[in-house]
């Protein structure tokens, strides 16, 4: 898979991070509208976000209606995926995984799609052992020529602004300029889950600008 043009093919598996960032990003109606087919949530990740409520987390609440709405679609791990989903949570903390990341690329894996799924460690995991399995993050999803269609250019910069500091959204690094190219330097500046050396080499590069300007 070419990372910078990811393109859904449906049916896509998400993790709990993912349906985190796109509630937070207020538009996950339209996204999942712009896809071919609803988009899958294991079992035990939506059993994670209903336990979510609990710390006063929404993401639960906001995805139910689009359940219902045919959006998304729940799915238990068959039993012939139970194997490598065991295998994903159980050995060394270095080689294991949270139920819900597990969950989610062992059902990818059994049904032959794409996992979308955000945790770096996870992402690491699944590309060693199953290096045939297309995993994609948040990033890639809303980056997609599918969502750009259905999204102009302010709407997506409105959307990952709000994902990353409302749910600290992870930008995959060969990812980075193409999402500060959407939101602008100033936005950019105001996020702090992107990493410093990016917005410190913008507020450099403005600093810079203002010198010559000055001159």
């Known amino acids: 898979m070419d990372p910078v043009r990811f393109r859904p093919e449906p049916p896509l598996v998400a993790d709990a991070s993912v349906w985190v960032n796109l509630v937070a990003g207020g538009r996950a109606t339209d996204v999942l509208r712009a896809l071919a087919a609803s988009t899958i949530i294991p079992s035990i990740v939506l059993g994670e976000l209903e336990r979510g409520r609990d710390r006063g987390r929404s993401t639960y609440a906001a995805i139910t209606p689009l359940i219902a709405d045919g959006y998304i679609t729940v799915m238990d791990l068959p039993e012939a995926a139970e194997g490598i989903y065991l295998s994903l949570v159980a050995g060394r903390a270095s080689q294991t995984l949270d139920d819900g990341e597990a969950a989610t690329l062992a059902l990818a894996l059994h049904l032959g799609t ?61 990812l980075l300029n193409e999402v500060c190219d959407c939101l602008g330097p100033e936005r950019v500046r105001l996020c702090l889950s992107l990493p410093a050396r990016v917005r410190t080499g913008l507020a450099d590069a403005a600093e810079a600008s203002e010198i010559r300007d000055s001159d």
């Not at 770096?120 to 980056?143: E, M, N, S």
């Not at 269609?149 to 910069?157: E, F």
């Open 114 to 174: 794409t996992a979308l799924i955000d945790e770096r460690k996870a992402i690491g995991v699944a590309t060693a052992r199953f290096p045939d399995l297309t995993v994609a993050t948040t990033t890639d999803l809303l980056l997609s020529a599918q969502i750009r269609l259905m999204l102009d250019a302010d709407t997506l910069a409105t959307v990952l602004f709000a994902s990353l500091t409302q749910a600290r959204m992870r930008v995959p690094d060969h």
